[in-house]
Structure formats: structure tokens, C-alpha cells
């Protein structure tokens, strides 16, 4: 089976960095996507890492280690806005459809 | 807006019932997904389409039908359905390492 493990919640403070953190184990390993949700709207994407490393986007970043089956999500400078779901997702294979974590509820506090 | 049109965005149906899902989407992608999202679970992967042709069922019940009839656009259609297959369904796209989401439809069964 495909199994993917993340925190249920995470509270911080606005201003402060959170780091997300997403262990695997699946059948197969072509990527680590992270995922964004606010309630009541899609999914949205927000990063992909193919190879170890650090990605930068802005305020976000994420990284994985691929012999330590492990990634995690790093937001710095935290928004209000930035209150949402944050999900991690695998690809399996190259047609890269997704396997996706639970999700980590992300809340920030004035 | 995303790219990839979900409708109807919610929906009220009886087990006895017959009623469809429809996906839309006009970004050229060749991939498309249908996935479940319940409370407190991981988005479920159900169906995967490359081309127009099925790729992936995930164990899905046969109450779940689907049909890509061009690459734009993804049907579910549902009958007999039971209370706990009430969920959000999401349809998604992608080409690449970004997956693209519809706003989904709310799903209740009673």
C-alpha cells in the first residue's frame, strides 16, 4: 500500500516560519508535490521536487530527500491568508498522478 | 479560477438515484483525474485518464462509473449510491508535474 504521514495541525504565529513535514513509503517514487487548500476551494499546487534539495518560490520552499524518503514544506514570513490545508502528494511514475497525504491544517494567529 | 470547470457544485441525490458528474477543462492537458476527498481522510484517487483511455481504477465500486468521451471533458456518473460515498469530488488535470484542480462537487446521499 502507499502511505503517506504529515502533522494533522500546525498553529503559529503570523510572521513567524513553519516547517511541514511529509514521510513516504509507496510502491514507486518519481516526485514530491505540496498542495494548498482553503476551505471550500481546490487544491492548488505550490511546489515539485523531482531531485534532493532545496526549492525556493517566494515565501515557500520545500525540500526532499529522497534516501530518507522525507520532504517538508517551509513557510516563512506567515500571513494571515496562509491559514489553509497543506498537502503533500507522491508521484508514483513519470504519468505523475498523485498520491496524497492527509493533509495538515495550518493555522495562523494574529 | 483554475482551468478545469467542475459542475454541478452541489448535489443532493437518494440511493435510488442515477445522476452524473461533469469535468471540463480547456488547458490542452492529456491527464485526468477523479479523486474523493472525505473528512479527516487523504484525497482518494479514483480514476486516471491518459488520452482518453482509462488508465487506473483504484478499486473503485462499480456504483462509480466513469466516461472521458474527448480529452477535455470527464463524467462520473453515479446510481445506487450509499450515505458514505457522500464527499467532495474533485476532478483534476495535468501534464507535468502540476496538477490542476476543479472546485469540485459537494456530493450528499440520503
Known amino acids: 500500500g502507499q502511505s503517506l504521514e504529515q502533522p494533522s495541525e500546525v498553529t503559529a504565529v503570523e510572521g513567524a516560519i513553519v516547517q511541514i513535514n511529509c514521510t513516504y513509503q509507496?510502491?514507486?517514487?518519481?516526485?514530491l508535490s505540496w498542495y494548498q487548500q482553503h476551505d471550500g476551494g481546490a487544491p492548488t499546487f505550490l511546489s515539485y521536487n523531482g531531485l534532493d534539495g532545496l526549492e525556493e518560490t517566494g515565501r515557500f520552499s520545500s525540500f526532499l530527500s529522497r534516501s530518507d524518503s522525507y520532504g517538508y514544506l517551509l513557510l516563512q514570513e506567515l500571513q494571515m491568508k496562509d491559514s489553509a490545508s497543506y498537502f503533500c502528494a507522491v508521484s508514483l511514475d513519470s504519468s505523475y498522478k498523485l498520491i496524497f497525504g492527509s493533509g495538515t491544517r495550518l493555522l495562523v494567529r494574529p | 479560477e483554475t482551468g478545469v470547470t467542475q459542475t454541478p457544485r452541489h448535489l443532493v441525490m437518494g440511493m435510488t438515484n442515477k445522476k452524473s458528474l461533469k469535468c471540463e477543462q480547456h488547458l490542452g492537458h492529456n491527464a485526468m483525474y477523479w479523486y474523493k476527498q472525505s473528512a479527516k481522510k487523504p484525497l482518494e484517487l479514483m480514476f486516471v485518464y491518459n488520452f482518453k483511455e482509462q488508465t487506473e481504477n483504484n478499486s473503485v465500486p462499480s456504483r462509480f462509473s466513469p466516461e472521458c468521451p474527448n480529452s477535455s471533458h470527464l463524467f462520473l456518473h453515479l446510481h445506487t449510491l450509499q450515505p458514505e460515498d457522500s464527499a467532495l469530488y474533485l476532478c483534476a488535470s495535468s501534464q507535468g508535474t502540476e496538477a490542476f484542480f476543479g472546485q469540485g462537487t459537494r456530493l450528499t446521499v440520503v
Open positions: 509507496t510502491s514507486g517514487f518519481y516526485g
